[in-house]
């Protein structure tokens, strides 16, 4: 396939040849705000020279961004593009890109796609049906895309900024570039110049290439001996190419592994395991569940529930039922014999302690019951926050045991206060501007007016895509976009931008926020989590679990400690696996991950700044409560864990009938933890109904908080 690059207005004009009949023309014209640094002359001077020799012409114009603007049908008569040229010289550039269904637009003819290439709301590359011409005059440009568009469409790219004017050089130059198949660096493609094909080399695995060759010669590309692709060479001097799989043919691949057998297990619920493997569904085991062997109460638990894992000493006094995040602190769970807390084991380096459970019989043993999240918490407070073991005898009686006080039961913790639901309305300067706007269109016109003003804003797209959003969703959604556009937005503004998506339902939106993330922060753990979940929401669900699973086993990025996601992780894996089983390739699934995690509710909270200190409030239904600080003074070590690794996330369970009525989240917010900065913080807080259940349902709250010491309901919830 040969690439056509036209650096000059004469050459693409002289290619035209005389034109008498009326011609079929599209203008697809790129109003997206990276538009705005086009030089529109250059381009009013490329149409007037393809109208002089285009007399007479049916043109479709079609304005878009983030989606299609407007589309209008005109004619030109003797060259007069004048009504043309006066609705270009009009046009508002607004919202992000996208060149999803614009070829449902065109079908014959010449199309004239003006854009520099720059989709971020979508990665469709349109295939059209006549002689394409993408035509640039912006500085910046994605070069990828543009490249690929040019290929695909067999069409010509031209080049109205002078890169590569210059006439060709007859000395050597060094091509570079990277070879890829669908959108993914592969190895292996042959390269050479075509006439010279002694001169042969192979990409790299990761699809790098480099070669010598002279301005003008044509690079071939072949793939497996059967697909060839042809670039001639000029001044630009980085060259990508592009493969589909289509018609591509697969080495086979021959499976000699087999399969492991399958009689010691059973299909349950959520899917095939063994039959004494009990999943979160089911957190107690009774005396009938502990084998005859056990010889203590340690053998009893050992395998039984999931995510429950024993010490050093296979003891289960180092019980831990959560990732080992802290150095410090104390990461093993809570042991209550009978209802009475017994001392702890401490696995804090500085001291060190181990509490034995060998006093108590297998034998004697009644029901063990495995308490997380808030069902731990709420009763047990901070001691039960690495989950608590509840051990209940059949003779309910230990003399040793039975004078301890219950001094790990929460105190003092009966909710007496009734936080309002403010009422006030969020002022900020230019949101007092947009008000003066006696309607949508003024309101918008003020909007473009200041949003040069307050463009480094982090909040202030997400501000006034609120402002707009109860009038005119549409218009909302463009303006969010705008953040898309940044060529290099902050970590507060796109993960606002997420949360906001998410809270919307703008799941395309939503991934390619998390695309960029992941391109701008790649050494953010949670960069990755927030692209797999994206992938999710949009239906891409084997490359949302292979992500899942790689970020759980850290191989996604080796160079970075994932286990402050852990918990997290292996809550949505087993979800997806037993939500969308049938649409998975799970071959390869490890069998650990077969069990499905349910919780009668499971609580996320996001929050955009790594500088916040905030405290979450929780009132269970018989008006208790118990508080998460999310402070240096609460959880220092988890702090430095989370701006180390760079996470914002934490996830809570409520389980059982104590959990049954109505919950109150309440949040006060106590400011940055550096009081030089001002930054508005963004809290997102997700509600997951019947969690691993046939009946999920997710409900979504997103708060807003500038001013330290702010007290707010967040949300309530009904068990």
Do not use: C
Not at 264 to 278: C, E, H, R, S
Not at 532 to 552: C, R, T
Request: proline letters at 2%; a neutral charge; aromatic letters at 10%.
């Amino acid at each position: 396939m040969k690439l056509l690059i036209l650096h000059s207005v004469l050459f693409f004009t002289l290619a035209l040849g005389a034109q008498e009949t009326e011609q079929k023309t599209t203008i697809l014209w790129d109003t997206s705000f990276s538009m705005l640094d086009r030089d529109l002359q250059e381009e009013v001077n490329y149409l007037n020279t393809y109208f002089n020799r285009v007399q007479n012409a049916e043109v479709s114009l079609l304005m878009f961004n983030n989606g299609v603007v407007d589309k209008e049908s005109l004619h030109v008569a003797s060259g007069d593009w004048s009504t043309i040229h006066n609705k270009l010289t009009e046009v508002i550039y607004d919202g992000g890109t996208s060149f999803k269904n614009l070829s449902n637009y065109v079908h014959s003819g010449d199309i004239l796609l003006f854009t520099d290439g720059a989709q971020n709301l979508n990665n469709d590359t349109p295939i059209f049906n006549g002689n394409v011409y993408i035509i640039n005059s912006n500085k910046d440009i994605n070069k990828a895309n543009i490249n690929l568009l040019t290929i695909l469409n067999k069409g010509n790219y031209v080049n109205l900024i002078g890169i590569g004017d210059a006439p060709l050089e007859k000395s050597t130059r060094n091509y570079t570039g990277t070879i890829f198949e669908n959108n993914i660096g592969v190895g292996g493609v042959i390269i050479s110049i075509k006439g010279k094909e002694s001169t042969t080399i192979r990409s790299k695995e990761n699809g790098f290439y480099e070669i010598e060759a002279h301005p003008g010669a044509v690079l071939v590309f072949s793939m497996n001996n059967s697909i060839r692709k042809e670039i001639v060479l000029g001044n630009i001097t980085s060259i990508d190419a592009w493969f589909d799989s289509q018609g591509v043919r697969l080495d086979e691949v021959v499976v000699t592994e087999k399969k492991k057998a399958l009689e010691d297990k059973k299909i349950t619920a959520f899917g095939l395991a063994n039959p004494d493997a009990v999943g979160y569904a089911v957190q107690s085991i009774t005396d009938v569940d502990i084998p005859e062997s056990s010889t203590n109460v340690s053998n009893a638990v050992q395998g039984k529930f999931s995510g429950v894992k024993l010490g050093q000493n296979d003891d289960l006094s180092q019980v831990v039922m959560r990732p080992s995040n802290s150095i410090l602190g104390n990461n093993y769970g809570l042991i209550v014999l009978n209802g009475v807390p017994m001392p702890r084991s401490n696995s804090s380096s500085t001291s060190f302690k181990i509490e034995g459970t060998g006093y108590i019989d297998p034998k004697n043993i009644a029901s063990i019951t495995v308490l997380k999240g808030l069902a731990a918490t709420n009763k047990y407070g901070s001691l039960g926050s690495n989950g608590v073991i509840l051990i209940t005898t059949k003779t309910a009686s230990f003399d040793d045991v039975k004078e301890k006080e219950d001094l790990a039961l929460v105190k003092n913790n009966i909710y007496k206060g009734k936080i309002k639901i403010s009422n006030k309305l969020l002022v900020t300067p230019y949101l007092k501007e947009l008000k003066k706007g006696k309607n949508v269109e003024e309101a918008y016109k003020i909007y473009l007016g200041q949003r040069a003003q307050y463009w480094e804003h982090p909040e202030y797209f997400i501000d006034v895509h609120d402002f707009f959003a109860g009038t005119n969703g549409a218009l909302a959604h463009q303006i969010l976009s705008n953040i898309l556009e940044k060529s290099s937005p902050s970590i507060l503004e796109l993960k606002g931008l997420l949360f906001k998506a998410s809270q919307n339902g703008y799941h395309e939106m939503e991934l390619y926020g998390a695309k960029k993330i992941m391109d701008l922060f790649p050494n953010k753990i949670q960069s990755y989590l927030d692209l797999a979940l994206s992938h999710k929401k949009v239906g891409n669900y084997q490359d949302a679990l292979n992500m899942l699973i790689k970020i759980d086993n850290g191989s996604i990025n080796p160079t970075l400690d994932f286990s402050g996601l852990h918990k997290i992780v292996n809550s949505e894996i087993r979800n997806i696996i037993y939500k969308k089983r049938i649409d998975l390739d799970l071959t390869k699934v490890e069998d650990k991950y077969l069990n499905n995690a349910t919780y009668d509710v499971r609580i996320v909270f996001d929050w955009n700044n790594d500088q916040a200190e905030f405290e979450l409030q929780f009132v269970n239904p018989q008006k208790k409560f118990f508080k998460w600080e999310h402070t240096d003074l609460a959880i220092r070590q988890r702090i430095k864990d989370e701006l180390d690794n760079g996470y914002s996330k934490e996830q809570f369970e409520i389980m059982g009938e104590l959990g049954k009525g109505e919950w109150i989240i309440n949040i006060k917010y106590l400011g940055n933890r550096n009081p030089n900065k001002k930054d508005v913080t963004f809290i997102k807080g997700m509600v997951q109904y019947n969690f691993g259940k046939p009946n999920q349902r997710s409900e979504k709250y997103m708060v807003r908080l500038d001013e330290k010491g702010t007290e707010a309901l967040f949300f309530k919830l009904n068990l």
